[in-house]
């Protein structure tokens, strides 16, 4: 009964409803508690798919003789930081400070009853190993240390809250940044580029997305460098065993430098980039590779994340329960070369052990074989392997599944919407293109309330979908990126129009006055701390995205207020840009079409006319051009794009605000471009 996780909507929480500590969410009632009582907080921050986070809570949280040394000492308050992305990175950079080493999860933050963080750790053993102590010994010591030793805090917890305000960069009044930033980015990626295996530095590899995609951009203005380091890590990536051979779907990063063996959870905003930038590597390299990983991976997003309503769940789990109900990491991936054999024709056998790797040494910590494509198929064995995944993948599909995630994240269906609407225009699939309207009429129907968004919404069991938690930075920016892709593959006013809502919330509830955008609203929660970032993690930062949506928006609508609110976003990180720009490739993004501004091509005809030219313009990189192809059934168009044309097709080509004469030759059009 002392445990208050029952009602929550996180599956995270929910995991930890049943625990013996007396657990409470974030909230009014467990911070007025900790005051009353002078009890400092003990704040564990984690993720449904996060491994380490579900080995803490087996050892310690689900320990009754733990629970009670914490309920003793501590108000416990437990987070899933995928629904509160503003207090882990709040308190991810305060553990970066606090300890000088990395963050990730789960992390547990020890706080006094104000929030200030006064000791930080990740993952703590129930007892003593690893060279950490054990968490049952190092509970009543830390909170010794906050009753008996005040004063030392009270100077330490100022210390720490002005170097948390330092994290936010001083404007430029003028734009420094020019295209000799964007060409220091590509040397600073190509220093720390791995040419032997693909991807940036050493174990553990990230896919980097924000900097694959800086790396096309660069290849796309002629620098054959960056075009062969962003295909040989998209080569890497696919072949690898950090994308599914069987299933499809990315995991979200490989713990060797090989790519081989990830760590075996699965999120939806990995995959969401990732699939917009397959579409983009076979537009530069036309590898037939690319477009199978496209349409694997959005096979494997339809069939294992795709909510009923057309949104999409959030991910699947690392662990799942081996064939002697162990929860084990990998379990549900992994294989024994006999079991394999089982299952294969002698032809097949010898097939999969070549180009999966059954017939080397064992790869998954030494006992398991995770495949990997360590030769891809000559041209005879090509439908045999195609078996081969077949049967494998169908009695994969008899194992105990991993545990998913099917809360709905707003930012991260974002990036799916963008993936996929990218991807149905590339390739010509309007049912890829369908489900991107489809998540976006969720998200417009669910989780825009009141003229406002929200974050995160589940479904209770019975259709009803509980909304809630206020939309950060990134739900209105990543989605304002997505409607401006959607509206490409398919344009529909109705889409337009909420894209148009977003900006103007973007721009009313998070732009800095100097400038740049803060990651919560002016109506937000108040926290220690209010982050305002440059720099991309595993999902783009939210002030790049945001100035790339708004430039674009501004020229489809011919809105000069939200290309005045891109200048102010880059001069306020101007000094991160120059200090660092490789880490700002987002941000570099945006700068690039600042200064060159993104080209519009607007193809107005009829509909059974224009499939010759949507084939051939979407089969070309164009990265910094927008194209709308609109037919004799759009209507309601903004005056940037209203067009008189003839039976034919019409195209124009717009720069800033002078467009081309009207072209109605497709070769024209293609030699112009």
Same mark, same amino acid.
Request: hydrophobic share 40%; aromatic share 12%.
């Given at each position: 009964?002392?445990?208050?996780?029952?009602?929550?909507?996180?599956?995270?929480?929910?995991?930890?409803?049943?625990?013996?500590?007396?657990?409470?969410?974030?909230?009014?009632?467990?911070?007025?508690?900790?005051?009353?009582?002078?009890?400092?907080?003990?704040?564990?921050?984690?993720?449904?798919?996060?491994?380490?986070?579900?080995?803490?809570?087996?050892?310690?949280?689900?320990?009754?003789?733990?629970?009670?040394?914490?309920?003793?000492?501590?108000?416990?308050?437990?987070?899933?930081?995928?629904?509160?992305?503003?207090?882990?990175?709040?308190?991810?950079?305060?553990?970066?400070?606090?300890?000088?080493?990395?963050?990730?999860?789960?992390?547990?933050?020890?706080?006094?009853?104000?929030?200030?963080?006064?000791?930080?750790?990740?993952?703590?053993?129930?007892?003593?190993?690893?060279?950490?102590?054990?968490?049952?010994?190092?509970?009543?010591?830390?909170?010794?240390?906050?009753?008996?030793?005040?004063?030392?805090?009270?100077?330490?917890?100022?210390?720490?809250?002005?170097?948390?305000?330092?994290?936010?960069?001083?404007?430029?009044?003028?734009?420094?940044?020019?295209?000799?930033?964007?060409?220091?980015?590509?040397?600073?990626?190509?220093?720390?580029?791995?040419?032997?295996?693909?991807?940036?530095?050493?174990?553990?590899?990230?896919?980097?997305?924000?900097?694959?995609?800086?790396?096309?951009?660069?290849?796309?203005?002629?620098?054959?460098?960056?075009?062969?380091?962003?295909?040989?890590?998209?080569?890497?990536?696919?072949?690898?065993?950090?994308?599914?051979?069987?299933?499809?779907?990315?995991?979200?990063?490989?713990?060797?430098?090989?790519?081989?063996?990830?760590?075996?959870?699965?999120?939806?905003?990995?995959?969401?980039?990732?699939?917009?930038?397959?579409?983009?590597?076979?537009?530069?390299?036309?590898?037939?590779?690319?477009?199978?990983?496209?349409?694997?991976?959005?096979?494997?997003?339809?069939?294992?994340?795709?909510?009923?309503?057309?949104?999409?769940?959030?991910?699947?789990?690392?662990?799942?329960?081996?064939?002697?109900?162990?929860?084990?990491?990998?379990?549900?991936?992994?294989?024994?070369?006999?079991?394999?054999?089982?299952?294969?024709?002698?032809?097949?056998?010898?097939?999969?052990?070549?180009?999966?790797?059954?017939?080397?040494?064992?790869?998954?910590?030494?006992?398991?074989?995770?495949?990997?494509?360590?030769?891809?198929?000559?041209?005879?064995?090509?439908?045999?392997?195609?078996?081969?995944?077949?049967?494998?993948?169908?009695?994969?599909?008899?194992?105990?599944?991993?545990?998913?995630?099917?809360?709905?994240?707003?930012?991260?269906?974002?990036?799916?919407?963008?993936?996929?609407?990218?991807?149905?225009?590339?390739?010509?699939?309007?049912?890829?293109?369908?489900?991107?309207?489809?998540?976006?009429?969720?998200?417009?129907?669910?989780?825009?309330?009141?003229?406002?968004?929200?974050?995160?919404?589940?479904?209770?069991?019975?259709?009803?979908?509980?909304?809630?938690?206020?939309?950060?930075?990134?739900?209105?920016?990543?989605?304002?990126?997505?409607?401006?892709?959607?509206?490409?593959?398919?344009?529909?006013?109705?889409?337009?129009?909420?894209?148009?809502?977003?900006?103007?919330?973007?721009?009313?509830?998070?732009?800095?006055?100097?400038?740049?955008?803060?990651?919560?609203?002016?109506?937000?929660?108040?926290?220690?701390?209010?982050?305002?970032?440059?720099?991309?993690?595993?999902?783009?930062?939210?002030?790049?995205?945001?100035?790339? @949506?708004?430039?674009?928006?501004?020229? /489809?609508? =011919? !809105?000069? %207020?939200?290309?005045? +609110?891109?200048?102010?976003? $880059?001069?306020?990180?101007?000094?991160?840009?120059?200090?660092?720009?490789?880490?700002?490739?987002?941000?570099?993004?945006?700068?690039?079409?600042?200064? @060159?501004?993104?080209?519009?091509?607007? /193809?107005? =005809? !009829?509909? %059974?006319?224009?499939? +010759?030219?949507?084939?051939? $313009?979407?089969?070309?990189?164009?990265?910094?051009?927008?194209?709308?192809?609109?037919?004799?059934?759009?209507?309601?168009?903004?005056?940037?794009?209203?067009?008189?044309?003839?039976?034919?097709?019409?195209?124009?080509?717009?720069?800033?605000?002078?467009?081309?004469?009207?072209?109605?030759?497709?070769?024209?059009?293609?030699?112009?471009?």
């Amino acid at each position: 009964m002392l445990n208050k996780l029952q009602s929550e909507t996180s599956p995270y929480l929910l995991q930890h409803a049943d625990n013996p500590v007396a657990w409470y969410p974030w909230g009014v009632e467990a911070l007025t508690l900790a005051k009353q009582q002078d009890k400092p907080i003990l704040l564990s921050i984690g993720y449904s798919a996060c491994h380490w986070c579900h080995v803490m809570a087996h050892e310690s949280f689900e320990d009754a003789n733990v629970a009670a040394i914490m309920n003793a000492h501590f108000i416990n308050i437990k987070v899933d930081r995928e629904e509160r992305p503003d207090i882990d990175q709040i308190y991810q950079t305060a553990h970066s400070m606090l300890s000088q080493k990395s963050g990730g999860w789960p992390l547990t933050v020890f706080l006094t009853p104000n929030q200030e963080p006064y000791f930080t750790g990740t993952y703590f053993p129930k007892t003593s190993r690893y060279q950490l102590p054990g968490f049952a010994d190092l509970i009543p010591r830390v909170a010794a240390f906050y009753h008996e030793r005040k004063d030392d805090l009270a100077v330490q917890n100022g210390q720490l809250v002005d170097a948390l305000k330092r994290t936010i960069p001083m404007p430029s009044s003028t734009l420094g940044a020019s295209d000799l930033t964007l060409n220091l980015a590509f040397t600073s990626l190509e220093s720390s580029f791995d040419f032997e295996h693909g991807g940036f530095g050493s174990a553990p590899k990230f896919p980097n997305p924000a900097d694959i995609t800086l790396l096309l951009h660069a290849a796309k203005a002629g620098n054959k460098a960056a075009e062969a380091m962003a295909l040989q890590m998209l080569s890497a990536m696919a072949n690898g065993g950090i994308y599914d051979q069987l299933g499809g779907g990315f995991c979200r990063y490989s713990v060797d430098e090989r790519w081989n063996i990830p760590h075996f959870e699965k999120m939806l905003y990995d995959n969401g980039q990732l699939l917009f930038l397959y579409c983009d590597g076979w537009q530069i390299s036309k590898d037939e590779r690319y477009q199978q990983i496209v349409e694997e991976t959005v096979a494997w997003l339809i069939r294992e994340m795709h909510d009923k309503n057309g949104a999409f769940y959030s991910s699947l789990d690392a662990d799942s329960m081996d064939a002697h109900g162990h929860s084990e990491e990998g379990a549900f991936y992994v294989w024994q070369p006999d079991e394999v054999k089982a299952l294969l024709t002698p032809e097949e056998f010898i097939v999969a052990s070549r180009c999966f790797g059954f017939d080397r040494a064992a790869n998954f910590e030494g006992v398991a074989w995770h495949p990997y494509l360590v030769f891809p198929p000559e041209h005879d064995e090509v439908i045999t392997l195609t078996n081969v995944q077949t049967k494998l993948f169908e009695a994969r599909e008899k194992r105990r599944r991993p545990g998913r995630d099917d809360k709905i994240l707003t930012s991260w269906n974002a990036l799916a919407i963008k993936g996929l609407a990218r991807a149905g225009r590339v390739f010509n699939r309007p049912d890829w293109i369908k489900l991107s309207q489809d998540a976006v009429d969720f998200i417009r129907n669910k989780l825009w309330v009141k003229d406002q968004l929200l974050a995160t919404c589940k479904d209770d069991g019975n259709g009803n979908y509980h909304a809630h938690l206020n939309a950060y930075l990134d739900d209105y920016a990543f989605l304002l990126d997505a409607l401006v892709e959607l509206l490409q593959a398919d344009y529909r006013a109705v889409d337009l129009a909420f894209a148009e809502d977003l900006a103007e919330n973007l721009l009313e509830s998070f732009e800095a006055e100097e400038g740049g955008f803060f990651f919560t609203s002016h109506t937000h929660e108040s926290l220690i701390h209010r982050p305002k970032q440059g720099y991309d993690n595993a999902t783009p930062n939210g002030n790049g995205i945001a100035a790339v @949506a708004l430039q674009k928006l501004g020229h /489809i609508l =011919g !809105e000069p %207020r939200y290309l005045q +609110a891109t200048e102010r976003t $880059l001069k306020a990180f101007d000094s991160s840009m120059a200090n660092n720009p490789a880490a700002c490739a987002s941000l570099c993004h945006a700068l690039a079409e600042f200064l @060159a501004p993104p080209t519009m091509v607007i /193809i107005r =005809g !009829e509909a %059974r006319q224009m499939g +010759a030219w949507r084939s051939v $313009l979407n089969q070309t990189y164009y990265p910094h051009h927008l194209f709308f192809y609109l037919d004799e059934n759009v209507a309601d168009l903004p005056p940037m794009l209203q067009r008189n044309f003839t039976q034919d097709v019409n195209a124009w080509v717009c720069k800033g605000v002078v467009c081309s004469p009207s072209v109605n030759n497709l070769r024209e059009i293609v030699k112009y471009l």
